[in-house]
């Protein structure tokens, strides 16, 4: 499997060789861009504004920082390895932390690491991380800009996910307080309460993904698309009604499984007791 990333975890004097390999892959299904008369393929050029719309090829083009207008200063891929310390270089652990502490909002991507020497090192950390529940917070440059990153462990799997700086992050658009009444706080509850379940992500499917194959082949045998009938919905307005009517909704769709639960219980107490009827019949009596 081809990595993303190869350097080294570091932690304190210990130095651990690895390499970072995506964990998500792209299932996205590509359109190529048409003309609509013609359906030939539309192309992107990369052209010289000052050079009468010349072709450039990628080789010929380097980065440049715009510091005043039409003026710029040019940089290579040797500049930018130049402004890495020895710790930009690896994936350096400045601390340890509970990574229940951090808010989803700063995940981004992940890798799964992978050691190539000092397995044993590797093994250890991770055997520790586990134990103690803790993940480390490191940075370090990829390609050109610097990245936070959450060293973490789950099921004797160690991962990396790069984070968001805090000036990533915008600030949460003001949203005006409504006062909420106790009857539809409690309702509310309720509804929650029987929506509640493990996350399975098996569960899960990309059922949009799966109806857009299925259309790609019928345009290709020749048939046109259907719309799906839609389903008709009560128009709710009152939120109680609506609420009163989801309880009941979800209500009755877990009502069969404590039953069969309670019966279980029950008989599983009534042999209990046989059993210790039983035992007490035949237990002799103590000298």
Known sequence: MAYS?????????????????????????????????????????????????REVQNTDIVKGYQYEKGKYVLFTEEDFEKLK??????????QFTDVKTIDPIYFDRAFYVNPIGGEHAFALLLAAMEKENRAGIAKTVLGSRETLMLIRVSNGIMFANSLFFQDEV???????????????????????????KPFEPEQFRDDYHERLKNAIAKKIAGKQI??????????????????????QMTGEKKEDKPKKKIQTIGKRNANAKSKDKTNAAHRKPAV
């Open 85 to 94: 310390t020895e710790k930009d270089k690896n994936i350096t652990i400045s």
């Open 5 to 53: 990333y190869k350097g080294a975890i570091s932690f304190g004097l210990v130095h651990i060789p690895i390499t970072l390999t995506a964990v998500i892959k792209e299932n996205d299904i590509g359109f190529n861009m048409l003309d609509k008369d013609t359906q030939s393929r539309i192309q992107y050029k990369k052209t010289c504004v000052d050079c009468g719309g």
């Open 170 to 196: 915008t600030k949460a658009p003001a949203v005006e307080k409504t006062e909420v009444k106790k009857e539809e706080l409690a309702l509310a509850v309720n509804l929650l309460a029987n929506m509640t």
């Open 226 to 247: 259907t719309a799906p009938n839609k389903v008709p919905q009560d128009n709710i307005i009152n939120i109680m009604e609506a609420l009163k009517k989801s309880v």
